[in-house]
């Protein structure tokens, strides 16, 4: 016989971004990375549907990191499938990132700032969709005036993938030292302005942490 101390377990809440990289030439030919999201969106619809009756924490969810990836799905896919998107869009199942594709904004005039969203932007005033989240990922970093453009837009929430490459100086590939002030470490970002500000997360670890 032995007594045993059973510690409390720690209360440990995980939140998964569910989504694909979209990734253009690097790995796949534009052709091919097309037909792979819209592929993505489908088994995505599919999944929403089978778990719509699971209880409310259990249902799929599939984010879609870039807004292009939405603007191919929509040119091919027939009236059912547009009609069950966008539905699930509305019921916050699936959810669109309002860049339009990961752009190094550091080459960008102030009101390209603006180009980024503007077709999510056309989505939402049409279809009557949320959207107050972006990403971005597989990019070192962005401009200042990014904050400006997404608040003013009501974008609230920001998700950046950086490259985290363990070994690498500063922990990932080109990256500086984001990763080591930011990573993990939700954050404020205010505008230069001081008016403006999006919630910013940096993954420590979630993107790329398999390379190496």
């Not at 719509?52 to 799905?73: L, M, Q, T």
């Amino acid at each position: 016989d032995a007594d045993v101390e059973v510690n409390p377990v720690r209360f440990r809440e995980l939140h998964l971004i569910h989504h694909s990289h979209t990734d253009i030439g690097y790995s796949h030919l534009q052709e091919e990375v097309i037909l792979i999201h819209n592929r993505n969106i489908r088994e995505a619809l599919r999944l929403i549907q089978k778990t719509k009756d699971y209880p409310e924490g259990s249902r799929f969810i599939w984010h879609i990191e870039s807004a292009w990836v939405v603007e191919n799905f929509l040119r091919e896919c027939n009236q059912n499938e547009r009609a069950a998107f966008f539905t699930a869009v509305r019921n916050h199942q699936i959810v669109i990132s309002a860049n339009y594709a990961n752009v190094m904004t550091g080459l960008c005039l102030p009101e390209e700032m603006d180009w980024i969203t503007d077709y999510a932007f056309s989505l939402q005033q049409k279809e009557k969709i949320p959207l107050t989240t972006a990403m971005l990922t597989d990019v070192p970093g962005m401009s200042w005036s990014v904050v400006k453009s997404l608040s003013e837009r009501g974008v609230r929430y920001f998700s950046n993938g950086i490259n985290y490459i363990e070994g690498m100086p500063g922990g990932g590939d080109r990256i500086g030292q984001a990763l080591s002030a930011h990573g993990d470490k939700p954050f404020w970002w205010v505008s230069d302005s001081g008016k403006d500000s999006i919630l910013m997360w940096c993954a420590g670890k979630g993107y790329s942490s398999w390379h190496g």
